[in-house]
């Protein structure tokens, strides 16, 4: 009997509250009666772990349950991953469509119990469809834009809430008492000067809510401002042009005009910075992540090709496959150096440089072996030679 490793996948989003179909007991109970009803005497659908996302968008990219999912699905093997329905894994098309793509490299297949069947690019209407139709989003979105300029004449919001407000029954912003508190600790460690990382540890926040955070200081939002990007379009309705429009809002400031004044200028000042330790910690963090899961951080070396990840948060490899025309060039120059062959006829013999040569003899990962900063791990790719045919070059 075949074992097929599956995983579940079920999302709440927050405006599922009212409806019980949709809580993520449901579709927990029906990801694993699938299971089980799949199951027969050819092939047996075992039921590895259900991932979870609660009060979260299917239009969010970055939820933490479905990436700790594919993760986990690659690590593991996985080859099915079962979920309510199509909408519960991404709700934009375009989205959809990368998502199914990303999965169908690593070797998994998307499993929609309401549609009884795998998913696939054909089901990108109904990711329209399930919003009822195009014309109604057209005149939705028509609607949405006439509120939003009413809103702008009364000095409203017309924005979502950002961290350290909520919404009032009448849809108006008011302080969110402690969520307030974060944001003006962060103002004061601004103006101190103290270094994000030291502020959020000791606040306890994710690094992309404290940018969102001094972002929202820097345009004046926390100073009672409002800031949005008004379009211009020509006569074909095509937009030319975005310019940013700031009003005084009617909501109360957390923080007051001159301290958000000058903790902006200090954040322009500081910004090249900021920015640049932010991209090497950020490429490091990229880099430590493929290493855990033994995928190497450079290009792959001569005898290997990439695979592609083509999400579109960081462009990158999820691994390295064997290259097997290059792979026989790898095999004869590591045989030919074990049997004392000089490195000067062996490069002229496959027409490579000698620091070509040097790389290829000293490269760990012919053997399986991964290395970053002076660690060692076994890959996830295959080996090209033994690690016995490895060590005898390295005495030679």
């Given at each position: ?55 979260l968008s299917g239009g969010d990219r970055f939820r933490k349950g479905f990436t700790d999912m594919v993760d ?191 903790i902006a200028s200090n954040i322009i000042e500081n910004s090249s910075k900021e920015d640049i330790n932010k ?118």
């Amino acid at each position: 009997m075949k074992i097929i490793k599956v995983v579940g996948y079920a999302r709440k989003s927050p405006d599922d509250k009212e409806d019980t179909d949709r809580s993520i007991d449901n579709q927990s109970e029906l990801i694993k009666k699938t299971c089980i009803d799949k199951s027969n005497e050819e092939e047996t659908w075992e039921l590895q772990k259900i991932f979870i996302d609660r009060n979260l968008s299917g239009g969010d990219r970055f939820r933490k349950g479905f990436t700790d999912m594919v993760d986990y699905s690659i690590k593991n093997g996985i080859e099915i991953l079962v979920t309510k329905e199509q909408n519960r894994v991404a709700r934009d098309s375009s989205f959809f469509l990368d998502t199914l793509k990303d999965l169908e490299v690593i070797g998994i297949k998307i499993y929609s119990i309401m549609k009884g069947d795998f998913l696939s690019s054909d089901d990108i209407g109904d990711a329209i469809m399930s919003v009822v139709g195009g014309h109604y989003i057209v005149e939705q979105r028509k609607k949405a834009i006439l509120a939003q300029d009413q809103k702008r004449e009364k000095n409203l919001p017309s924005i979502p809430a950002p961290f350290g407000y909520e919404y009032d029954k009448d849809k108006n912003w008011v302080i969110d008492k402690k969520n307030a508190d974060i944001v003006r600790q962060i103002s004061s460690d601004l103006k101190k000067n103290i270094s994000y990382k030291d502020t959020i540890k000791r606040i306890k926040i994710t690094k992309s809510a404290y940018y969102r955070i001094i972002n929202n200081i820097k345009k004046g939002i926390y100073s009672g401002w409002i800031i949005y990007n008004k379009k211009f379009k020509n006569s074909d309705k095509v937009v030319v042009r975005m310019e940013e429009v700031k009003y005084k809002g009617s909501h109360e400031p957390i923080l007051p005009i001159d301290v958000s004044d000058t903790i902006a200028s200090n954040i322009i000042e500081n910004s090249s910075k900021e920015d640049i330790n932010k991209m090497k910690d950020r490429v490091r963090d990229t880099r430590l992540n493929r290493f855990s899961m033994g995928i190497i951080v450079a290009r792959p070396p001569v005898g290997y090709l990439p695979i592609f990840d083509n999400k579109r948060r960081h462009r990158g490899i999820i691994g390295i496959k064997i290259d097997k025309k290059k792979a026989e060039m790898i095999k004869s120059i590591f045989e030919l150096t074990s049997q004392g062959n000089g490195y000067k006829m062996i490069c002229d013999k496959w027409k490579i440089k000698p620091q070509t040569y040097y790389n290829i003899i000293k490269n760990k990962v012919y053997i399986g072996i991964v290395e970053f900063e002076g660690n060692e791990i076994k890959g996830s790719h295959s080996p090209i030679i033994s690690p016995e045919l490895f060590q005898k070059c390295q005495k030679n």
